[in-house]
């Protein structure tokens, strides 16, 4: 059945240290966006990508970076410049078939050591 | 860039109450969502709003995307324990191309 898949649910990692975030949809959603929560505040907009090949950056992009090769992909690499990255991280899709509502993967934990 | 205040920030009520929270924007938006975000989850869409004035139910819950399109208000009728989770609306203006701007999130807490 058809959804966004983010992979892995839990992440640590040692300070310094690049880590990538998996995101996959089979909804044949054009667009795709990463966004990070801390607790009890709402969603950031890391970056976003229209269409293949590129992406725009959102409002809290710096030590983030990420590539999208494919349609189904959008992978986000959290990099050592990142300042404060232990944070819960969330995958999304629209697409204007269905008025650019977005639809959110299951999140990933980053934990930073 | 745009302000969504969601109001109230946290909410405690007795299973079967009644529950209202509501959105309010600096700008004139073009759509409203509603998600509902369980601990550790990803949020869940409820309810999508794409006219001013438009009225749109879910089961027991019903959105509202107001005529000044500045504003959207959720109600939940005859609370569950399930209910328990926070809430967030969402917004874009005609300007923003894609993206969305979020609300911080109420916290409802459900009591037996």
């Known amino acids: 059945d058809g959804g966004i898949t983010q992979s892995p649910k839990y992440l640590f990692r040692k300070e310094g240290q690049n880590v990538t975030l998996s995101c996959e949809q089979n909804l044949n959603h054009d667009a795709m966006y990463w966004y990070r929560q801390d607790p009890g505040q709402g969603l950031r907009l890391i970056y976003y990508s229209q269409i293949v090949n590129d992406f725009q950056k959102g409002d809290i992009a710096e030590g983030y970076s990420v590539s999208r090769e494919k349609k189904e992909s959008f992978p986000l690499t959290v990099t050592s410049a990142q300042k404060n990255p232990t944070a819960f991280y969330l995958c999304?899709?629209?697409?204007?078939?269905?008025?650019?509502?977005?639809?959110f993967g299951p999140g990933t934990r980053l934990t930073v050591l | 860039g745009q302000q969504l205040n969601q109001s109230p920030q946290s909410m405690f009520i007795q299973e079967g109450e009644d529950v209202s929270m509501n959105c309010t924007s600096s700008?004139?938006?073009?759509?409203w969502l509603w998600y509902k975000q369980d601990p550790g989850e990803g949020p869940v869409l409820l309810i999508a709003?794409?006219?001013?004035?438009e009225l749109t139910s879910n089961g027991r819950l019903t959105a509202q995307f107001g005529i000044t399109r500045k504003d959207s208000f959720l109600n939940i009728s005859a609370s569950i324990p399930s209910d328990v989770g926070i809430y967030f609306c969402a917004g874009r203006t005609s300007g923003s191309a894609r993206q969305l701007t979020f609300g911080s999130g109420t916290q409802l807490t459900v009591l037996p």
């Open positions: 700008s004139i938006f073009n759509t």
């Open positions: 709003l794409y006219k001013a004035g």
């Open positions: 999304a899709s629209s697409s204007r078939t269905t008025k650019d509502t977005q639809y």
